[in-house]
């Protein structure tokens, strides 16, 4: 289908939410978080619908499926956008010139935000209400993995639109076709902005195709290196919770990084990952000290391909080196920019590791688990950046927005 007409329908909708007034705006979300949680059967039944057609051991299976707890904690963070100050109208630099001329800058929406994710349907009511919070309107694209759970919460979301006279069109699910995936990378002059979340091949996709401004968000390759002066028991609990917690999120943990003098404690800090059925891709070092120790069928030999992998699953490698400047460059060679982490005590380790390490979120005695806007007090997030440019790390409402000049005088002209 010819998505133009779609797309001329958000453009004008994002016009006129420059109009809305924040208190506005707020008892929308709010009737949105009550709407969700009153549609909760009916959501949860559309859900099960894409749930069925899922393969259980997929690791994208838990990204997809809600719960009555997941969507009244959905609800929960849509009532936590609203009580967060407005990121708009926000006055960043005023200057009175010589010649009486007052220049302004002033913060903005972007105006029309697209979004491509994969299987994550809570997706859809974080990115609405942190474009709408922020003043944007939004086009979804989802995967045809959850349409139906995506096209349920928007049916919701719209229903409350229309009830509080504002243009339905500021939000828009787009079919779960190539083609339409194809038209919005392309869609120059309506798109201001497009956030891909989701796999690594999703992102270079979108990446390499698209023909409108793009932030690069969620793959996640995530390393802990557990250094010669780290606690073997901060390092159990740590190393557990970063993996195990949730296995198919872009914060998970993917490689163990041991200093070659804590062997002998390697089993130790792993010890708690067997009780979840971790897998272990050990380099040889590393296996022949937990060979014996660590169930044998959940053990194998690290290869090349080990590392620098997003797991998504009850998967961990780990690899042993000599020294810190040895863990830094595995981190510099293998890592996503996403989130890492040391677990030490020295005091100078811990600043080297932070000063030299390249990512988004860089983490000393914690566990990587915390890369989250709602974590890091933001309230939601549309996506973790992963690139330096305009945003890095949690995006939240004030990565929503631009800035633009308001220059005013007295009919002043230049010489």
């Keep these: ?123 859809t009511f974080d990115v609405f209400a942190l474009t709408l919070k922020s003043g944007n309107a939004c086009i979804l694209k989802g995967g045809s993995d959850a349409i139906c759970s995506n096209s349920a919460i928007v049916k919701v979301i719209k229903e409350v639109l229309i009830n509080s006279n504002i243009d339905e069109n500021v939000l828009t699910l787009l079919p779960a076709g190539r083609e339409e995936t194809s038209q919005l990378l392309n ?50 609990a740590i190393v557990n919770n970063a993996k195990t917690r949730r296995v198919s999120v872009c914060n998970a943990l993917d490689c163990l990084i041991i200093h070659k003098s804590r062997l002998n404690d390697l089993h130790h800090i792993i010890s708690l990952c067997e009780n979840s059925n971790v897998e272990i891709y050990a380099d040889n070092d590393a296996y022949k000290f937990i060979e014996n120790k660590y169930p044998k069928n959940l053990l ?11 797991f998504l699953s009850h998967k961990m490698a780990i690899k042993t080196v000599d020294t810190i400047d040895d863990a830094l460059e595995h981190i510099a060679k293998n890592s996503s920019k996403h989130s890492e982490a040391i677990i030490s005590e020295n005091k100078d380790n811990i600043l080297l590791f ?62």
């Excluded at 270079?204 to 969620?218: C, D, S, W, Y």
């Design 354 to 415: 932070q000063k030299l390490v390249d990512a988004a979120a860089v983490y000393a005695n914690v566990s990587t688990a915390f890369t989250d806007g709602a974590q890091f007090g933001l309230g939601a997030e549309i996506g973790i950046s992963t690139q330096k440019l305009h945003a890095r790390g949690p995006m939240a409402l004030e990565e929503l927005t631009s800035y633009k000049w308001l220059i005013t005088g007295d009919g002043l002209i230049r010489e």
């Design 300 to 310: 194998k030999k690290a290869t090349t391909d080990s590392f620098g992998t997003e």
């Design 187 to 236: 869609a120059q002059g309506y798109v201001d902005l497009l956030i891909p979340r989701g796999s690594q091949g999703l992102i270079q996709f979108v990446r390499e195709n698209a023909k409108i401004p793009v932030i690069e968000t969620g793959a996640g390759i995530c390393h802990t290196y557990f250094d010669e002066f780290g606690d073997k028991n901060k390092g159990q």
């Design 1 to 123: 289908m010819d998505c133009t007409p779609i797309f001329e329908k958000v453009l004008k909708a994002s016009r006129k939410n420059n109009l809305l007034t924040d208190e506005k705006i707020s008892k929308v979300l709010t009737k949105v978080a009550d709407a969700a949680e009153e549609n909760i059967d009916f959501i949860l039944k559309e859900n099960q619908k894409d749930l069925d057609r899922m393969n259980k051991n997929d690791p994208k299976y838990d990204r997809l499926l809600l719960t009555e707890d997941r969507i009244k904690g959905i609800a929960s963070d849509i009532r936590n956008v609203v009580q967060l100050p407005s990121p708009l109208n926000k006055i960043l630099d005023t200057k009175i010139m010589d010649n009486g001329m007052t220049v302004k800058k002033t913060t903005v929406p972007f105006g029309v935000i697209g979004i491509i994710y994969e299987s994550r349907p809570n997706v």
